[in-house]
């Protein structure tokens, strides 16, 4: 059944709008205290302030008493990596040692360590797995998930990732956005051959992902070692003129320019950010780029966080993800990232939630239909243990998502 009401919330955290939200619009979630909403076919289609009749016919109606419960929007995670072969626990102890992550990738390991197992990895070997990714993350509260390709770097590999999420998207109740990303490191067959190795992408891969209709987005990552603003410019228009959405890792490492570029390009997102500069921020703000945050990365590499609270300050739309991947980022905790978001990066718990529903969706092209409890939405919904979204940062680490709706249908 895809109707459901859930009666009573001690809050009802509405998150409300239909775009991202910028600077101080983001303190105002727009809480009904003891508010019952109501899901019709798997669509938002009611919310009413306490007292208010109940105007449909309770019998055709899934009934939840959500009293002393907070009530929110499905969480998005617009950033992750979660279809991958092989794992990467070697090069954690490596760098617990002191090795750095780009150390490790210049020697061969990194994402190219993690490439050679997913091309080894079979359609049939990877879609489990990535189905056990998704019931975590969905216990978690994430109802809707990015996932980028880049593990292939081949012509066949980047499609079996993106066929995967495709399966998966259909299979589970998790709604996956994939996002091609052909340029996440340079192959050994390539090496050396960057801008060959670009021009590969654009002339062989854009086309065919674009014609299959296997990704919305296009990502690249742009770092000192990796691949160039020019070559980044140069990906990105052509990504562009195949209609595709752009989305950069920027500025994570070194301050390279990212944030300006992305600005430049009219990205939809540029993510990481931790070491974007004071002039990449102001354009990212006037160009209304969605200044996606990954706190988990930072804390698992032991690097200074994104300066969050200036962007907010600055009027960026600031979002959160958890950049679940086998090597920077092996979590998808939004527990923790809660935590980090607060505590280390300074937004309130109100600027986290903001950044981890109605932005996040804002940072996959969703903010009309997910993101929010507005009318007319799509019923993804969490209720926590606790009666107030504040629990979210404050009881650090612990999972406080009691029930997950999805579509209208309790799934968690
Ligand atoms: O977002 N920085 C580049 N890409 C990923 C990491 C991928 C990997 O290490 O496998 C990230 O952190
Ligand atoms: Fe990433």
Redesign the pocket.
């Given at each position: 059944m895809r109707n459901i009401i859930i009666k009573n919330a001690a809050q009802v955290v509405t998150c409300s709008g239909f775009r991202g939200k910028r600077g101080s619009e983001m303190s105002d979630l727009q809480v009904i205290d003891n508010g019952t909403v109501i899901v019709t076919d798997g669509i938002i289609s009611h919310i009413l302030q306490p007292g208010e009749p109940i105007p449909v016919e309770e019998k055709d109606y899934q009934i939840t008493n959500a009293e002393g419960k907070a009530l929110l929007p499905g969480f998005v995670d617009p950033?992750t990596?979660f279809v991958?072969g092989g794992y990467?626990e070697e090069e954690f102890s490596w760098r617990m040692r002191g090795d750095s992550?780009m150390d490790i990738?210049h020697r061969g390991g990194?994402?190219v360590n993690?490439t050679n197992a997913t091309r080894a990895a079979t359609e049939e070997e990877l879609t489990p797995s990535g189905h056990e990714r998704l019931d975590a993350m969905m216990h978690l509260g994430i109802t809707t998930v990015e996932g980028k390709s880049?593990?292939g770097l081949d012509r066949e590999t980047e499609l079996k990732q993106l066929r995967v999420m495709r399966r998966l998207n259909e299979t589970h109740a998790m709604d996956v956005v994939p996002t091609f990303m052909g340029a996440?490191a340079t192959p050994a067959e390539w090496k050396g051959r960057e801008d060959a190795f670009i021009d590969f992408n654009i002339r062989e891969m854009f086309p065919l992902v674009a014609q299959e209709k296997l990704a919305e987005s296009v990502d690249i990552?742009c770092?000192k070692g990796?691949f160039t603003i020019a070559q980044s410019r140069r990906y990105l228009k052509a990504a562009r003129e195949h209609g595709f959405l752009l989305k950069m890792?920027a500025d994570?490492i070194i301050s390279l320019g990212g944030a300006e570029l992305a600005a430049e390009m009219h990205c939809l997102s540029a993510?990481?950010l931790l070491q974007a500069s004071d002039a990449g921020i102001r354009a990212m703000a006037d160009a209304s780029v969605v200044a996606t945050l990954?706190p988990l990365?930072a804390f698992s590499l032991r690097e200074p966080y994104a300066r969050g609270r200036e962007m907010i300050d600055a009027g960026c739309i600031v979002a959160l993800a958890t950049?679940l991947?086998?090597?920077?980022?092996f979590t998808a905790s939004v527990p923790l990232l809660f935590a980090l978001a607060c505590i280390y990066m300074q937004l309130t718990p109100e600027e986290a939630v903001t950044a981890f529903t109605i932005n996040s969706a804002a940072a996959l092209n969703r903010a009309d239909s997910i993101g929010s409890i507005d009318i007319g939405k799509q019923g993804d919904l969490l209720l926590l243990q606790f009666p107030s979204y504040k629990f979210l940062p404050y009881h650090v680490g612990m999972n406080i998502v009691e029930t997950v709706i999805k579509k209208g249908e309790i799934v968690i």
């Open positions: 950033h990596h991958f990467r992550y990738m990194g994402i993690t880049g593990y996440h990552f770092e990796v890792h994570e993510d990481h990954l990365t950049d991947n086998p090597g920077s980022s």
